[in-house]
């Protein structure tokens, strides 16, 4: 199995993306923390996971509270021993134009999707340096690549967010990397969650002519999270079917 013996947190776990990470890591040997906000959700996916042998918890997390972060490590550490694998997925998302866009909405996006990943990270990297390394894992997007329209599912304050990502993962990989710290990010194009509306367009427009799934990028997490990527840190994983090579 290729996560045998880690332990990791799954911000955004218990539901689309997230779970699908979470099952699957369980899957490969990872024991799970799984971070959410949705308690009921959290609960059952770490009942169905212990039904089928893994190892999981879940903890409450706002991302956007410090301490909320702190718990949620100490958890890891307390119930696995120790934290190998920080996976950022907590995620909202915007379709308002830059002159459409409130003040509220656009601090709302950066202190999930930005502030959220760097409370992650502040968290996570004594506990990683303590078990001499680890990976951090950044969701980000195509959005951090080219610029979109509310046409096409994302916004300014979105793209800004998902830019600051890309960007922090490329500096926590050069801060920490003599530690055995690694960090990347994962760029998914338009996926199975995404509005009904987008679909056809979306797969018109994409070379591989269909739209991602979340286990599409769960497999790139997982490959991340690994020891397969130990020479892989400060890039960019695409998953986009093509999308942004046009």
Known sequence: MRLEGKVALISGGARGQGSAEARLFAREGAAVVIGD?????GLKLEAEIRELGGLATYVHLDVTEPGQWESAVSRAVGEYGKLDILVNNAGIGSVSTIDGTSTDVWDRIMDVNSKGV??????????????????????????ALVGLSPASGAAAAYAASK????????????????????????????????????????????????????????????????????????????????????
């Open 37 to 41: 906000i949705l308690d009921e959700e």
């Open 163 to 246: 830019g600051s990502v890309r960007l922090l993962t490329k500096s926590t990989a050069v801060q920490y990397g003599r530690e055995g710290i690694r960090c990347n990010s994962v760029h998914p194009g338009f996926i199975e969650t995404a509005m009904t509306e987008l679909r056809l367009s979306a797969i018109a427009e994409t070379p591989i002519r269909r739209i991602g799934t979340v286990d599409d990028i769960a497999n790139g997490v997982l490959f991340l999270a690994s020891d397969e990527s130990s020479f892989m840190t400060g890039s960019e994983l695409v998953l986009d079917g093509g999308w942004t090579a046009q």
């Open 118 to 143: 760097f409370l992650g990270t502040k968290a996570a990297v004594p506990a990683m340096r303590a078990a001499g390394g680890g990976s951090i894992v950044n969701i980000s997007s195509i959005a």
